[in-house]
């Protein structure tokens, strides 16, 4: 079957009275509602100076937030690798990969127009996680995010650095996604990008090769800068370890709950994704390799999220899945 958006072919609905013609059938969307020390001497001027600055620290603002136990899911530092390669060079690059990908879906009648129902439907999502991407990463702030759909039966979605998501129809369809299941894969998604799994990765591969050489190639440094051209696509196939996983998978669950979606729906979701994968395992599977205890770590990191979600103002408008092909 061709997956295509625009075709004469597909046959076409009306959605708040916008004729958008498609490829496989949806549903409408529908509107729901130190230890103390004792001195015998007398403080020294080095002593007297650390002791002032301790105070001053104790009364900035938000000091004794910081020193609470944040609510919310427990994750480790990022990666020290991340910091051998500049992040605005990877989003740049991710940039380009993205919009080239883009481009070939679209001479190739795959990608599905804005006005498309499950485009609006997956803006609407980010919309509401991106808020709290700043959390994660400051840099997040000021991403320019895009969100895309792009017409494949692969059971497939990913967030490239900067901000630069795109889904693909067969995890929505094949799947049958809820709103909060697709917040979970969003929200799991987004987070390699604000954790910047990949730029680690590729920092990983510096720090092992120990080539200034590598750093020319990969950003344009000198004549090896041909060397480049591949690497948007290349961050569009990275392989995440498993600690990336757990991470996305802990904080794209604090990310959907603050935003208004059910916890328990990531529990579903990978459920769904385990049956997906007897046989041959979908394209997520292969580039996201899943724990074994992946549930479980999930079961027990929802309390920490509960209260989130239990206070997040939850969406006013729901969305369907795509009727399956």
Known sequence: MRWTFGTPRAPALESRGIAVTCGPAFRHAVPLTQPRSDFHAAPTRRQLLKTA?????????????????????????????????????????????????????QREHRLAPPEHVQVRRLVMISQRLRPFAGMWNERAVGWEWEVNLIGSPQVNAFCMPGGKIAFYWGILSKLQLSDDEVAMVMGHEMTHALREHGRAQIGKQVATQGTIA????????????????????????????????????????????????????????????????????????????????????????????????????????????????
């Open 53 to 105: 600055a301790a105070g001053a620290a104790l009364a900035l603002p938000g000091f004794a937030a910081l020193a609470q136990p944040r609510e919310g899911v427990q994750v480790g530092p990022r990666s020290h690798f991340e910091s051998l390669v500049p992040a605005a060079e990877i989003e740049a690059q991710a940039a380009r990969g993205y919009h080239d990908m883009l481009a070939q879906a």
């Open 214 to 325: 590598l750093l020319a190639g990969l950003f344009g440094w000198g004549s090896t800068g041909r060397q480049v051209a591949g690497m948007g696509s290349q961050l569009l196939s990275l392989k995440y370890s498993r600690d990336d996983e757990t991470e996305a998978d802990l904080i794209g669950l604090e990310l959907a709950a603050r935003a208004g979606y059910q916890p328990q729906a990531a529990l579903s979701l990978w459920r769904k994704m385990a049956a997906a994968s007897r046989g041959a395992p979908p394209a997520f599977l292969s580039d996201h390799p899943s724990n074994p205890d992946r549930l479980n770590v999930i079961a027990a990191n929802i309390p920490r999220v509960q209260g989130l979600y239990d206070r997040a103002p939850k969406p006013d408008l729901r969305f369907g899945p795509p009727l399956p092909a």
